[in-house]
């Protein structure tokens, strides 16, 4: 109800203001500083982890697109994913830009087969982990942490689809072991559509963002 309170005075205000109006960027700002500061309460890390996106699916996009890609380089995902993860997976690889590897674990609760499949596959070569922390399909829970430790120690970073987990389950990020977390508002933690979050770990903050803009940089025409 709040949430929707708050929809609605902002479009009152955009419509007998304006948008062009002098006060409407400082408020905007202090809207979006507010929306992080709950993202990072709801994710358990730093205000300063947290970008503001459309969806997850737009969040899996940015992390996905943001890995300096070079034929050759290898992915590893799961069967049980949403398009919304693969769906920039599969344009890596349609590209010839990045080889796919799509494994068959993480619906059977069995967390041993899993660490065991991802450790055979995450071999040289490979620059993204990819994968839910609850899966879409049954609602099985991945043993991500263990997953991350053996990415990180073959130097491959690790994307979390969160759009089951956040809001559901109780969740950490920084002690997830993940690299980059993308969720929704709309789903569990009942919030607006149009709206998600993309959390993103020290590993990743060396990333080139793929989607930049005016807040993208600390100094713009300077």
Do not use: C
């Not at 043993?143 to 430790?149: L, S, V």
């Not at 970073?157 to 559901?168: E, F, K």
């Amino acid at each position: 109800a709040e949430s929707a309170a708050a929809m609605a005075e902002v479009a009152a205000w955009e419509r007998d203001t304006g948008r062009g109006h002098v006060y409407s960027l400082p408020d905007a700002m202090q809207r979006l500083a507010e929306a992080r500061a709950g993202v990072a309460v709801i994710a358990g890390t730093d205000v300063s982890a947290i970008a503001l996106t459309h969806s997850t699916t737009d969040g899996m996009n940015a992390a996905t697109l943001a890995v300096d890609w070079h034929p050759g380089d290898r992915v590893v995902t799961t069967r049980v994913e949403h398009p919304g993860g693969l769906g920039p997976l599969y344009a890596l690889r349609d590209r010839g830009t990045a080889d796919l590897e799509i494994l068959d674990v993480g619906d059977d609760g069995d967390d041993e087969r899993t660490i065991a499949a991802f450790d055979a596959a995450i071999t040289p070569g490979t620059r993204l982990v990819s994968l839910s922390h609850v899966a879409w399909t049954t609602g099985a829970v991945l043993p991500i942490a263990a997953i991350a430790d053996v990415a990180h120690a073959r130097g491959a970073l690790v994307l979390v689809d969160g759009a089951q987990a956040a809001g559901a389950i109780p969740t950490r990020f920084d002690d997830l072991g993940a690299d980059l977390y993308a969720m929704p508002a709309q789903k569990w933690l009942l919030g607006p559509e149009g709206m998600g979050a993309l959390v993103v770990g020290p590993r990743a903050l060396e990333l080139t963002p793929a989607l930049a803009g005016g807040l993208s940089f600390e100094l713009v025409n300077g």
